[in-house]
């Protein structure tokens, strides 16, 4: 593996051009920002963990996991599809980012309403837990914003987005710092969640601006409407079953378990969701060479996945590697004695990124191919699945039960059901390489 890193970056000096140079800047603010977020809210995540207690810290988390279902509402899930069109034409660039702030503010507002309708039907006791849901879902009407970090990722230039982002992260860790020193209460540790959405949506505005952009020029088209609608649903829908198996665990374990059972779940479950930031990164920075490459021969192309399959592959296994000796040392440390029960959780759904970082990779080329209906059908059976599973093991094995769902899910989901569609086996053969890497010689990148 170490002799495949050294080809891999002696053929990356060979081939530095300018599209290289733009990627490699893009991806080290990207990476860096992540990193410098990741080590901040690890340290704060896990003290307002250990103030709150697994009891009220599932409260919280039980409350952000049921909003979160109508989520791709508010952004109708069209990202990948406006940074598409943007890279391909860029002279519409006002039309294409006017069109979706529509879209995505009338999905905020709707998503909104639709998560208080639900949660008052669903707990129509449970006053407190309501005044949450009813904090967290007003976040969704500030997504509407989402597009100009579209437009930075087209001209692969996200040192803006990473800017406004940590400034608005900086100022809300200081807040939530401040209020677990003045022991505030669950509710106003709630608040500060929709504070920081309304921050970054004004620090994108900001340094879209500053980049010689005019947001008053945007506009839109009834047509345009259209063509996106169409466009990004398949992507709503299976952006909206992956929320649904990625949080329906930890609804039914509050529904079924109790609030502690959601606790330390959620302790495990947001450390080793810590760690997707990472293939993000990667194909926000790749997606628009992916796009281009598509104008090459098959063989290339294809080649180019590979290679892209693999070091994803590659990332995973060595995360899974390194992290799953110190998961002990790591949740003790963290989350202290009381989330002891969180150590096994956290090593097995490690696991579960050698599927979901691969599925970015894949959801990346299935816009690009125009397939995103059997994205949708995949995280439709997975979805049906995890619920299926979760009733089963969670009475059984409690929290365990829920990761074991969710990684046999993830599998089905990211990798086995494209093997079966023809349009996307081809495809699922790149994966299948890159998850065997460490099982067969690793391919000579040297090799032309």
Known sequence: ??????????????????????????????????????????????????YLGPKDFGILQYALAFSSFFLPLSTAQMSPIITRDLVQKPASKNEILGTAFIIQITGGILAAILSIAAIILLSPEDSYIQLLVVIVSLKFIFNSLQPIENWFESQVNSKFQVLSSNIAFVFITLLKILLIVNQASLLAITCIIVLEAIIYSLGLIFYYQLDKQNIRKWHTNLPKIKYLLKESYPLLLSATAILFYSSIDRVMLGNMIGSSSVGIYSSAANLSGQLYFIPVIVCSSLFPTIVKSKNLSKSAYNKKLQKIYNLIGIISYSLIIVLIPLSGFLITLLYGNDYQAAIPIFSLHLFTCLFTFQGEVRSKWIVTQGLQKLNFYARLTGLVLNVLLNLLLIPVYQGMGAAIATLISAAVSNYLCFLVWQETRENAMLTAKALLLPFRRLPNLSSR
């Open 1 to 50: 593996m170490l002799n495949y890193l050294l080809n891999f970056s002696k053929i990356a000096k060979k081939k530095i051009n300018d599209d290289h140079i733009n990627i490699i800047s893009n991806t080290s603010w990207l990476f860096f920002g992540k990193i410098f977020r990741l080590a901040i809210s690890l340290f704060v995540g896990t003290w307002i963990a250990r």
